[in-house]
């Protein structure tokens, strides 16, 4: 397969914010996380079911694209939801011979209170600013999901690696 052309490289400034917006978006979400506990599910069967909760029902195949792992790992996680009634497979409307994964109520329930807790904790810290500050953190929120489209885009393999915060 032949690999992407390596990007340039940023120019410092745009390597230094970018650096510390990956720090502080890892340090944000383990702070919010603790919430997660409440659950009762571990972080990457969460994971999964938030990918169908917030994002639809999909193969498993698609389903294991989106949480980076590959099938068999996908298969137990999908297995330990059903188990626990928190995801179905279905047969796709379209395409009766594809089995698509989906979210029970239960398991969309859960997921909703889990990210209502995450949402009210963060909430409660951005009442502590002042509404400047609370503004431009909306505006910001903005400018982030506006990056996320061209970073959905895999790397290429001659890309360096990432420190992890």
Known sequence: MPSRPRQPEPAPAAFAAADRLHSAAIHLLRAIRVEDKASGLSGPRLSALSVLV????????????????QPPTISRLVRELERDGLVERVRDAADRRV????ATPLGR???????RRRVAR????????????????ARSADLIQRLVQPLRTPPSRNTPPTRGD
Not at 57 to 69: C, D, K, N
Not at 123 to 137: F, N, Q, S, T, Y
């Open 99 to 102: 089995l698509q994964v989906r």
């Open 122 to 137: 963060l909430a409660a810290a951005l009442e502590g600013l002042p509404p400047a500050d609370r503004k431009l953190l």
């Open 109 to 115: 329930r859960l997921m909703e209170e889990g990210r």
């Open 54 to 69: 917030f994002g639809g029902p999909r193969p498993m195949s698609a389903l294991a694209a989106a949480e980076q792992v």
